[in-house]
């Protein structure tokens, strides 16, 4: 059973902090990693996407992967209240077909 | 990023009636999913529409419960059969392009009384 692993929170950070959410996930032929925001009663939203080791940064996100620890981590700059949602972490792991596997989700909660 | 229509947004069903929502990309994609997701849990894999040919499902699911046609590379639907209380939930589709990033229909809510 391939898994993917979140902290359920609830995360609760002030207003211009650094949110960290992790991600852990058991296959090591996984390919691609995801990180998706929901907000409640929406559909997912894709807001980084991850392929190799290391960090990628696209305004005030950073994902990191380091696949020799089979670990994935999402990095918020500056919280906004507008970020408070739950954050998917997926992965598509070898073999499966290019099917995701989500975890559980952390609920951010970013206070004024 | 593809633009996906999923309808209907939200309907409200009587137990043992049918529901068939559709899901319409404006292009071309290699693959097409079909999501539930029960209220407070993440999302689970329902089953994979393979374009011309029958779906592939998860563990869990069987093709008599949740029809899935594909019959071209833009559109899928997904029918819920004999449906019962238990089946309340959001359903979502969602399409991709290989190992590339995944993008999701806005989901239809729903409700089996």
């Known amino acids: 059973q391939k898994e993917v692993e979140q902290n359920s929170g609830p995360l609760s950070v002030p207003e211009g902090a650094i949110a960290s959410l992790n991600c852990t996930y058991s296959?090591?032929?996984?390919?691609?990693f995801f990180w998706y925001r929901q907000y409640s009663g929406k559909s997912p939203e894709l807001i980084m996407s991850i392929y190799s080791n290391g960090d990628k940064e696209d305004g005030r996100f950073t994902a990191q992967l380091n696949k020799a620890s089979q670990y994935v981590s999402l990095l918020i700059r500056d919280s906004q209240p507008s970020d408070s949602a739950t954050y998917l972490c997926?992965?598509?792991?070898?073999?499966?077909?290019?099917?995701?596997?989500f975890g559980k989700g952390t609920l951010l909660t970013v206070n004024p | 990023s593809a633009v996906i229509s999923q309808k209907p947004s939200r309907d409200i069903c009587q137990r043992g009636t049918s529901l068939t929502i559709q899901c319409q990309v404006d292009?071309?994609?290699?693959?097409m999913f079909w999501y539930r997701q029960q209220p407070g849990q993440s999302l689970t894999l329902i089953a994979t529409a393979n374009q011309g040919s029958e779906a592939t499902y998860e563990s869990g699911f069987v093709i008599d419960k949740f029809p899935i046609s594909r019959p071209n590379l833009t559109f899928s639907t997904l029918t819920v059969s004999n449906m019962s209380p238990e089946d309340s939930s959001i359903y979502l589709c969602?399409?991709?392009?290989?190992?590339?990033?995944?993008?999701f229909g806005q989901g239809t809510r729903l409700t089996v009384v």
């Open positions: 296959d090591r032929g996984s390919q691609s």
């Open positions: 997926a992965v598509i792991s070898g073999g499966s077909n290019y099917k995701l596997t």
């Open positions: 292009s071309q994609v290699t693959m």
């Open positions: 969602s399409v991709s392009q290989g190992a590339r990033e995944a993008f």
